[in-house]
């Protein structure tokens, strides 16, 4: 599993999306609970996307 929360405004990103998730799902708002877990994955890939493209770059100078 790769490590991608360097930083704590990303740590605080994630921890609010995880809180809209949970109220989302005690609440039982269906509509609520889509959107916040779509935004949750969106920012997941955009994540690990960076992080893949980083160890690649990182990759590529040591090869170098």
């Keep these: ?6 930083e704590q405004a990303d740590l605080s990103v994630l921890i609010e999306e995880h809180r809209k998730i949970y109220e989302a799902l005690r609440t039982k708002d269906e509509e609520a609970v ?3 877990v779509h ?3 969106v920012n997941q890939v955009v994540g ?3 992080q893949i493209k980083e ?4 990759n ?4 170098a």
């Design 48 to 50: 690990v996307r960076a």
């Design 1 to 6: 599993r790769f490590e991608y929360i360097s």
């Design 34 to 36: 889509k959107d916040a």
């Design 60 to 63: 590529k100078e040591k090869d």
């Design 39 to 41: 935004t949750h994955l």
């Design 55 to 58: 160890q690649d770059e990182k």
